[in-house]
């Protein structure tokens, strides 16, 4: 028996091209395991980074062995404004709003996982940066997906 999991990069560059695809993001950075944006005038902008993968028994329905693959990605949303704090957070929050309702419009991530279970927004950090102030939120999302098995 031979066990192949899923690619991680796969689902990570899946859900770089979703949200890159979503309408209202076209003028939005969206980057894959790159560095963590530290210049206000470089938002809006979003990073797709991995933070955790677990292997799942399954024993009720799928036979002996067969194991779901969940994969925790982060997809980090920033946004800065040269007014207030309160402008910025604002911003934010419609980037959120869009981010997060591209997702939930394909629960698949573009058919690279079987289904989201989880999806939770973290907010991570408020700054002031050469007088723009900037707000970084996180968004945390549960991909579930099933390894192969074959003889």
Known sequence: MIVTTVNVATITNALVQLLRNWPALQNVTVGRAEELNETPGACPWIGVYRDNVEYIIKTLGYGSGMRDQRVVLVAVAQESDGVSGERCEDRLE?????????ILSDVTIGGS?????????????????GGSYMQTAAVYLTAVTTVQISQ
């Open 94 to 102: 419609a980037l959120l709003r869009e981010m997060v309702s591209a």
């Open 113 to 129: 996982v079987r289904v989201i279970e989880d999806l939770s927004v973290r907010y991570a950090d408020y700054r002031k940066e």
